[in-house]
């Protein structure tokens, strides 16, 4: 059994919501919960009576009261609340007095952070909202960003959701090319720009990239032009005068299943692929995974490194759903040196701090003492997600952090912008484990038949609905799309493509994506399994393993690192490596060869290009096999494709 890193005492438990929630199940159903496990029982073979619970327990209501709670319970086509009529930038607005900070504003250099008050934020959602519909703009239409993570986004989201207007937002990392294959699809009538952003301690101007971008979207009727860096964007509204003004706050009330948003998958291998989601879905399960899972309320304030590019940002604005304080931070995690988070939560009091397994990795790594020179006061979890958090990690941080800290890795999708298994204040945390599925989600390991694995790898599978499955694929006007790539697999249960073990005490441990699956002679590996190994070696900083198939039958697992400045690939080193993954998961994870590369390209959400690297491997055209835009560097696909190049004109098989 993996060894525990953090517990809770008797009295956090107590005072968490989860708790209060529990007792209000409890004493509505005359039940007695004994454990986090009953609950989550209850949660999934109750699906209908759990998610009233967690409407009414939040006081979510409705112009129209909605019977039933769900019409049809069939994946795909489950039908939440029929006949409810809602706002999910009503909930996001109704917490607070006036003058409690809604959102802070942090910048990279440590200068004087942009404060909105719970009023400021308001009266700007309303007087952006006027000006929306004062230019033609309304329900079903679509309001783009392109914009960093700073608070005129959120205000801007908000100000979308609240007319029924559809909301989608690309970082400004992202060229205008990739910029416009996601935001072009989507035909917008407003496009919110800013004239830049700084990152690394440079200003990125983008003002001419906003102006292009409009042009480049012929159903663009206004544009907004967000003045970060002192640059000026041309035959655009400025946001000023956008937002002046304090009319009434007005939000439009909606369909349980009306568009809020499009979220954008990676799109490294192709078009990026819009998932939409409804404003009933989302509000419900992100005042559960917020409000339950985190524990996040009025008194927090909260914290997650991420872009407006990622779902993370949409969890990010999430927590005004609850009454947090929000940190928006347009800048670099690592500037101007490798704690910047870490400051930054300390010297905004954050309580809930996000940060991604790589980020935790590359302070162990350098030895950051976490608490040096930081009191970090107040601070009660420290959530991780974005790739597996390996065990040695979590054990490195969780005696940085402490024992008042809750160390919360969560596995989830942008196809349902929340986890699928994650934490709660109620249970332990085990390093390399995720602690459990998360509540109403109907989380099992399927082997390929569709048989429940215990103690053995898997496919994440969902075997019920969930409020925030997508209600389509942008485009996809048939559902063809959405049931190919979610049902094909097993129909009528959502696949995920996830490698997971569910454990014999109900834990989870990821093994990576399934799509990327090594399968050497019939037995499949998950690539975590020897990342989690490799990347433990004092001279390895990063690594990327493939399965190859070949055309004719043959398999070769080729196994890119990306060393430390002062150590070279030799034959002593190859040897420490194969002998580190035949000792610590086995001899056929042992990989065909090793190889020393200048780095290892991720999708910009910080995914390993599992997928299109192999492609590439197999003699792909670069162009079909991704997208180097969606790419975190794309000068490094270069490299990799002429390594392709090489070793297919050389070799006919095998290495």
């Known amino acids: 059994m993996t060894d525990i890193i953090w517990e809770p005492d008797l009295n956090s438990v107590e005072r968490s919501r989860i708790w209060r929630f529990t007792q209000f199940v409890e004493t509505r159903h005359r039940l007695q919960l004994r454990s986090y496990g009953d609950l989550h029982r209850w ?80 009266r700007q959602v309303a007087a952006l909202a006027n000006t929306l519909r004062n230019n033609g703009v309304g329900q079903g239409d679509v309001v783009v960003g392109y914009l960093p993570n700073i608070p005129e986004a959120a205000v801007a989201f908000l100000a979308a959701a609240s007319i029924g ?24 009538a407003a496009l919110i720009g800013a004239d830049g952003y700084r990152f690394n301690g440079a200003v990125q101007d983008r003002a001419s990239a906003v102006t292009q971008l409009a042009a480049s979207m012929p159903s663009v009727r206004l544009t907004i032009a967000v003045n970060h860096i002192g640059s000026e964007v041309t035959d655009a509204m400025t946001w000023a005068h956008a937002t002046d003004g304090d009319p009434p706050m007005e939000p439009l009330p909606v369909a349980f299943d009306h568009p809020l948003w499009v979220v954008f998958s990676s799109g490294s291998t192709g078009v990026p692929k819009g998932i939409v989601h409804g404003h009933g879905g989302v509000l419900l399960e992100q005042l559960k995974s917020q409000g339950l899972h985190f524990d996040l309320g009025a008194a927090d304030t909260f914290f997650w490194f991420t872009t407006p590019s990622w779902m993370l940002w949409n969890t990010v604005v999430s927590g005004l759903l609850v009454g947090a304080q929000i940190v928006c931070y347009d800048g670099s995690p690592v500037f101007p040196h490798t704690a910047a988070l870490w400051d930054i939560a300390d010297r905004l009091a954050v309580t809930v701090l996000g940060v991604s397994p790589g980020y935790l990795q590359l302070c162990q790594r350098q030895r950051i003492a976490l608490r040096n020179g930081r009191s970090l006061e107040g601070l009660k979890c420290v959530g991780v997600t974005g790739s597996t958090l390996a065990a040695d990690v979590a054990r490195w941080a969780a005696s940085e952090v402490g024992p008042t800290v809750r160390l919360a890795a969560v596995s989830g999708g942008t196809d349902v912008v929340t986890g699928f298994v994650g934490s709660a204040p109620t249970l332990p945390t085990r390093a390399g484990e995720i602690s459990a599925p998360c509540l109403g989600v109907a989380v099992d390991a399927y082997d390929d038949s569709g048989r429940p694995l215990v103690g053995e790898v898997g496919e994440l599978v969902v ?48 093994h990576g994506r399934s799509d990327s699956t ?27 393993v493939l399965g190859v198939e070949g055309a004719n039958g043959d398999y070769w697992m080729p196994l890119f690192v990306v060393l430390d400045a002062e150590a070279h690939l030799d034959d002593a080193l190859r040897g420490r490596i194969a002998e580190a993954i035949r000792t610590y998961a086995s001899p056929r994870h042992v990989p065909d060869t090793v190889i020393q590369a200048p780095g290892i390209p991720h999708t910009r959400t910080g995914k390993k290009l599992e997928v299109p690297m192999k492609r590439l491997m197999q003699g792909a055209d670069p162009m079909s096999a991704l997208d180097p835009g969606a790419t975190d560097n794309p000068e490094l696909i270069d ?8 070793r297919l004109t050389t070799t006919v098989v095998g290495p």
């Open 463 to 510: 075997t019920r609905p969930m409020p925030s499955m997508p209600v389509g694929l942008w485009g996809d006007s048939d559902g063809s799309r959405y049931r190919e790539t979610y049902f094909s697999m097993f129909p009528g249960v959502w696949r995920q493509g996830d490698w997971i073990t569910i454990t014999d005490h109900g834990g989870v441990i990821m």
């Open 165 to 188: 207007a559809i909301w989608a937002c690309c970082g400004q990392d992202y060229a205008v090319p990739a910029a416009l294959a996601r935001l072009g699809q989507l035909e917008p």
């Open 639 to 646: 490299w990799y494709v002429d390594f392709a190049r090489a």
């Open 43 to 122: 949660s999934v073979d109750n699906i209908e009576a759990f998610w009233q619970a967690v409407w009414d327990f939040f006081a979510v209501g409705s112009v129209s009261e909605p019977i039933p709670v769900l019409a049809a319970a069939k994946m795909p086509g489950a039908t939440w609340y029929p006949g409810a009529l809602l706002n999910y930038a009503e909930y996001a607005l109704r917490h607070g007095h006036s003058n409690d900070v809604a959102i802070v504003g942090a910048a990279e250099d440590g200068g004087q952070a942009v404060i909105l008050t719970r009023r400021e934020l308001r």
């Open 518 to 544: 090594l399968n050497r002679n019939g037995v499949r590996m998950g690539s975590a399994d020897i990342y989690d190994i490799v990347e433990q070696l004092p001279e390895v900083r990063e690594a990327l």
